[in-house]
């Protein structure tokens, strides 16, 4: 019976990742084939297939500016989906999610720093971005950990926390030079338009290991979601799936942050839209937060071209537009 029942999962498993990978791969095509240019989708395929002109100036723009750009949104997606999901799971909590519980925010913090102190994106401001990271997660659950409603405590905690790295934030844009001051507002709101072939190449080389690990602790979230008590009774290491977990996610949140900006909401989104729609279960769900996240920040950014009527917004006021009027209806069910 156990057999079968994993092998239901499996064929399951197989069956949405391939439909969210052609979902993926469609919307990074449509994005590939679209910008300032206007659309060029059959010359685009050409380019793509090998058989355009390699040396013309669509081609240039394709692989030098909008591949990186596609790429890396799909990896950003990605991991704050999959942030998103691995929060949820081990703080029992569905408005769980790096943006909100202040995560994020710390890793802006310890990059903007990276930024001013004029260090590489990926080596220094991403080590910095980490340890942000880390402190602002050893905050909440320090804060959380003394209420006895620790539930609840801890999305408060994150938000109160968020707000004091808000406030931090400022203070260090005030005190920037006038010449870095656009870029970094900018880039605060969610930018991928600074997107680099090689840094998002470093970036990939990061995150598909964590994406990996994450998966193999698939069987133990699931046993987590009963509760700690009822986990550590059929043999999970509680302590050891927790440290491990949040510390990655917290890397990989970092490593984002340090590349895209703070993008909101995205780790709010996409587990909740995939869990009503394919259940609890982690061995169908992380597959399905990584392609699903992947293709939905693709396409917000996408939007983000296509909304003004010239130039383009920050990605992540997109993902704000359609997470925050989420966000409250979660709020508003979860008091029920």
């Avoid at 990059?111 to 220094?124: E, M, Q, T």
């Avoid at 990271?133 to 968020?162: C, E, H, Q, R, Y």
């Avoid at 934030?169 to 010449?179: A, D, G, K, V």
Wanted: charged letters at 10%; hydrophobic letters at 55%; a positive charge.
């Amino acid at each position: 019976m156990m057999d079968k029942t994993k092998l239901s999962v499996v064929k399951r498993t197989l069956a949405v990742s391939l439909f969210l990978a052609i979902l993926l791969l469609s919307v990074c095509f449509l994005g590939l084939s679209t910008g300032s240019t206007g659309q060029n989708i059959r010359e685009v395929f050409t380019i793509l297939s090998g058989y355009g002109d390699q040396n013309s100036a669509m081609s240039t723009i394709v692989w030098q500016i909008r591949f990186p750009r596609v790429i890396l949104a799909a990896l950003v997606g990605a991991t704050l989906s999959l942030g998103g999901l691995v929060f949820q799971a081990l703080l029992r909590n569905p408005l769980a999610e790096p943006y909100i519980l202040g995560i994020s925010g710390g890793s802006a913090i310890g990059a903007i720093i990276g930024i001013l102190l004029g260090l590489s994106r990926f080596s220094g401001v991403a080590l910095l971005a980490f340890g942000g990271s880390m402190l602002t997660l050893a905050i909440i659950l320090s804060l959380s950990s003394k209420s006895a409603m620790k539930k609840d405590s801890m999305i408060l905690s994150g938000v109160m926390v968020n707000a004091f790295c808000s406030s931090i934030i400022m203070f260090l844009i005030s005190i920037t030079r006038e010449s870095e001051l656009h870029t970094i507002v900018f880039w605060l709101m969610g930018d991928l338009s600074t997107s680099d072939a090689h840094q998002t190449l470093r970036l990939s080389f990061a995150l598909i290991p964590c994406f990996i690990v994450i998966f193999i602790f698939a069987k133990p979230l699931n046993l987590l979601l009963m509760g700690e008590e009822m986990a550590s009774s059929m043999g999970v290491n509680v302590r050891l799936v927790s440290v491990v977990t949040l510390t990655v996610t917290s890397f990989m949140i970092s490593a984002t942050v340090s590349h895209s900006g703070l993008l909101g909401f995205v780790g709010l989104v996409i587990p909740h839209l995939l869990r009503i729609i394919l259940g609890p279960d982690h061995r169908l769900l992380i597959p399905s937060c990584i392609l699903g996240g992947g293709a939905y920040l693709v396409l917000c950014d996408l939007m983000a071209r296509f909304i003004p009527s010239q130039g383009e917004i920050p990605v992540g006021v997109v993902t704000a537009m359609i997470g925050a009027p989420l966000f409250i209806y979660l709020m508003q069910r979860s008091k029920r």
